[in-house]
């Protein structure tokens, strides 16, 4: 028992030793802002959300490019072999010498004039799609916030309940060096040093989990952050003194419909929807555009000996352009754009149903993490003063071991509940920022 005790201490020790040894010497105090500001610069999870949001502006100015002319331009060079002539019964065959060398060359321009609307709808649509793409990248921020500020608050959470697992530690400690002297004296028995001892065991087995779950969250904050990975963060300890505002839930309501990204969103897939239905429309229309054209060929073939000279003339002119096929086929695609713009409807309104939920399920949460702080500060009250009341009758010998036990367990988890609700009203609150789109 003596040997599994000690070599529990020094394993103890070494892992403790080493951790705290790595955590003075790469820690950093780094606010939530911080944070914030490093994974808009530096996260992948991001990066691509911005890419999107770039590639969707370089799309209004592809649109905007079919207003422009279109400009085509042929040159060619052939070898044009020798002709010959028949009578129409294919007799008297005679040779007919042709120039060999064959040129031409032409310049087409075309200017659409009017297009059903369909130009102007494409770059509207563009646009549309560019603006959709930022609220994408704005949503997708807000997911980063999120996630980053669970990381921190489990930071926060977890160096606070090592704090108070090491305080019963070291309490434990004294208690138990306590009952050492008694069990000299014959006033304590050998099995109530043993279970104290078990219990010292079981702190140092919590220790051990708190630190390597303080390193894997560590680790998930820093490469979701974009942080170099040798940092070691330390929240900032000024995050729970921060008065946090108390609203009423219409307030809230409000700013989710103004700034919710997720709202927004649905709300530009309906203008994409209606935008397209437009695009549909236009197909239906004909096509207007002016036409401005020069050619040179050679030699004059449709003379008889062939000229072996060029032939050059211009032209201007109207083009109309009109797909027939469209009086059967575009009503089954504005059918389904109006289909696909109905859905979009739809997704909207469930949108902003479940904004409208979510707020008021986290404004309720955020009350309610109020409440339980009240709760847990009177439970630390009592079991403190329990344990006190427990320690010194247990000193007088009127209280078991198992009352000591029962005593300090139930205060270690007063004080961890307490540490829990603390942090549980930065959550929520952060958790209500993200659901209204104001993190």
Known sequence: MNNHRLLTGLLFTVLMGGGACCYAQSQKVVNLDEIF?????????LRSYVTAEQEAKQEISVAKSAMLPDVNATLSFSYIGDGFTTKRNFSDYRKAPIPHFGSGFGINISQPVYTGGATRAGIDLAGLKSTAARFAADLQRDNIRFQLTGFYLDLYKYANLRKVVENNFTLAHKVLDNMKARFEQGTALKNDITRYELLLSNLQLELIRIDNTLQIINHNLVVTAGLDENIIVVPDSAILQHSLPVANEQVWQREAE???????????????????ETLEKASKLPKIGMQLGWTIDGPILVEVPPINRNLSYWWVGVGVSYNLS???????????SKTATRRSLQELAAARDNIEM??????IRYMEAYEELKTREKGVELAQRNYSTTATRYSADMALITDMLDAANARIEAEQQLVNAKINIIYSYYKLL???GTI
Do not use: C, M
């Open 326 to 336: 469209s009086l059967w086929k575009a009503n089954k695609s504005v059918a389904k």
């Open 358 to 363: 979510g707020v008021r399920a986290d404004y």
């Open 258 to 276: 103004q700034n919710s990204p997720a709202l927004k969103l649905a709300g530009y897939g309906v203008e994409i929807s209606r935008k397209a």
């Open 37 to 45: 500001k490093s994974a808009e610069a530096h996260s992948s999870s």
């Open 434 to 436: 993200f659901t209204s």
